[in-house]
């Protein structure tokens, strides 16, 4: 069976580029949502995974909707953004973050760490947030040194050295 995927994003021509990158993949998604009741109505697809944007149609709902996706569904949350920064120290029962842009694979490494969990190292650019019950997890959602993205062929590494 084929692990399942709902995508949360209100731009939809990078939703549909998205959800056809996850059928590349293998993966099943169940469905686009675009704001937050949307997303709890897409639930009853039962979702092994979902992507979710920060910034959507309702505003920026999308830690809300990762955090009752996770709470209260068991639903593994990874956010793709590219405000990473609007997650503060990170959001309870979520996996982690990427920032967008990203490239296919990065998405795919991301899923494969959120399925199969603390038995594999984490892909370079995914920003991991501790267990809800790891040292370092306060009251606030706060945790310490995420695994920051290395630079790739998104982003350059910039010679400051160097004149122009």
């Not at 937050?36 to 009853?44: F, G």
């Not at 920032?99 to 991301?110: E, H, I, M, Q, S």
């Not at 019950?133 to 959602?141: A, M, N, V």
Request: charge should be negative; proline fraction near 11%; include cysteine.
């Amino acid at each position: 069976m084929r692990d399942r995927v709902m995508i949360v994003e209100d731009e939809i021509l990078v939703a549909l580029d998205l959800e056809a990158t996850l059928e590349d993949f293998g993966y099943e998604p169940v469905g686009i949502a675009a704001d937050l009741k949307t997303a709890l109505a897409l639930v009853k697809t039962e979702p092994t995974v979902a992507l979710v944007d920060l910034n959507l149609r309702d505003g920026p709902t999308g830690s809300e909707i990762g955090a009752r996706l996770a709470r209260d569904h068991g639903i593994k949350v990874l956010f793709l953004t590219a405000n990473p920064l609007m997650l503060g120290k990170g959001v309870a029962g979520t996996v982690g973050v990427l920032t967008k842009p990203c490239w296919p694979d990065a998405v795919r490494a991301a899923i494969e760490y959120a399925l199969c969990g603390d038995h594999v190292e984490p892909p370079s650019g995914l920003i991991v947030f501790p267990p809800d019950d790891q040292p370092g997890r306060s009251d606030d959602r706060s945790f310490a040194k995420p695994r920051l993205p290395q630079p790739g062929p998104l982003i350059p590494p910039i010679d400051l050295t160097r004149d122009p």
